[in-house]
């Protein structure tokens, strides 16, 4: 079974540009998040989605980044303009509505560095 | 306000001894913890899961404990190995009640395993 896949591994811009990161979760998985890891912290959720509808995006900062999940399938997280403090590692999980546990299941994660 | 707080400085210690790690909470109330594992350049992958009813879990040589009232978990790794060196995080449910959804994770401790 494939895992969940992301891409690009890597990414290095100038401040003030725009940047995308997409994910494609595990089959049949329908829970889908996205999380930013700072270095030697633990990942933080930016934005949940159970099938095509965001259902936590709280700690998302909403006037630079965005998301969107199309058909309940994949996802894409942009930010426009990234700043220098976004630079960190992006994950994307998944995980199986209808367990209680959210066990999740992590991608490889993109690391996005801004000059 | 709300915490959760792994070991801070790394741990080191010699092939074939157990490791403790440690992950201490405050102001959740948790259905469960679970531990994941962190290798550089990856997602974290989940280990074990333990509810609050339950005081102890084993799967091979890994064994973590969970005490409501002291709002600690503590993960063991017997017999280790340098293959076990990683970044450990523990995370829980913040709503507490198994709603599922959303996980807050530890900072991570860094175990090295030396040979």
């Known amino acids: 079974e494939a895992g969940v896949v992301q891409s690009p591994r890597y990414k290095i811009i100038e401040k003030k540009q725009p940047v995308a990161f997409w994910c494609n979760p595990i089959?049949?998985?329908?829970?889908l998040y996205w999380y930013r890891q700072n270095l030697g912290q633990g990942p933080e959720l930016l934005i949940r989605y159970e099938n095509e509808e965001a259902v936590d995006d709280s700690q998302l900062p909403k006037d630079r980044f965005s998301a969107e999940r199309l058909k309940g399938v994949d996802s894409t997280l942009k930010i426009q303009p990234a700043e220098l403090g976004d630079s960190a590692v992006y994950l994307c999980?998944?995980?199986?509505?209808?367990?209680?546990?959210?066990?999740?299941?992590f991608g490889p994660g993109t690391r996005l560095t801004v000059l | 306000s709300q915490k959760i707080e792994q070991n801070s400085e790394a741990l080191n210690i010699q092939e074939g001894k157990t490791a403790t790690l440690t992950c201490n909470y405050t102001?959740?109330?948790?259905?469960?913890l679970q531990w994941y594992r962190q290798d550089p350049g990856r997602g974290p992958v989940f280990l074990l899961l333990?509810?609050?009813?339950?005081k102890e879990k084993r799967k091979e040589r890994l064994k973590v404990t969970f005490d409501t009232t002291l709002k600690q978990s503590l993960f063991h790794i017997t017999a280790s190995q340098p293959a076990d060196s990683a970044t450990y995080l523990c995370?829980?449910?913040?709503?507490?009640?198994?709603?599922?959804?959303?996980?807050?994770f530890g900072q991570g401790t860094e175990l090295s395993v030396k040979p």
């Open positions: 995370a829980l449910d913040p709503r507490g009640g198994g709603q599922g959804g959303k996980l807050i």
């Open positions: 089959s049949g998985h329908n829970t």
């Open positions: 333990i509810r609050e009813n339950e």
């Open positions: 102001n959740y109330s948790p259905a469960y």
């Open positions: 999980a998944s995980s199986l509505v209808g367990t209680d546990t959210d066990t999740q299941y």
